[in-house]
């Protein structure tokens, strides 16, 4: 006995994953890439957090703020190690950095 489903749809089926892969028109982005780094400033942790945000802004003036021919913009944010909250924090993030949800 054979498997042929009316109408072809065994065939598309396989071609999905491909047309998925591989759109017909790829279209580039443009404007800056926007970067957040949330780390903890404030605290007994505070070490830590800033050696980070200073390797990361190393790591950008090295490469003149560029990433893949486009430029980047940093928000560094804390996190706040006191807070009993974290929802404060990443609301007054997003409303600042003008990221959407």
């Known amino acids: 006995m054979t498997f042929t489903p009316a109408g072809g749809s065994f065939r598309r089926l396989v071609q999905a994953p491909r047309r998925l892969a591989c ?3 790829a279209q580039s982005q443009t404007g800056a890439i926007r970067v957040g780094l949330m780390t903890v400033k404030t605290g007994p942790l505070a070490s830590g ?6 390797a ?3 790591y950008l003036k090295e490469r003149d703020y560029t990433l893949a021919g486009r430029k980047v913009e940093l928000f ?16 007054s993030w997003s409303s600042a950095t003008g990221s959407r949800s």
């Open 49 to 54: 957090g800033i050696d980070m945000e200073r």
């Open 56 to 58: 990361l802004v190393q």
């Open 76 to 91: 560094v944010g804390d996190s706040g190690a006191f807070r009993r909250s974290r929802a404060p924090s990443s609301r």
């Open 23 to 25: 759109p017909t028109i």
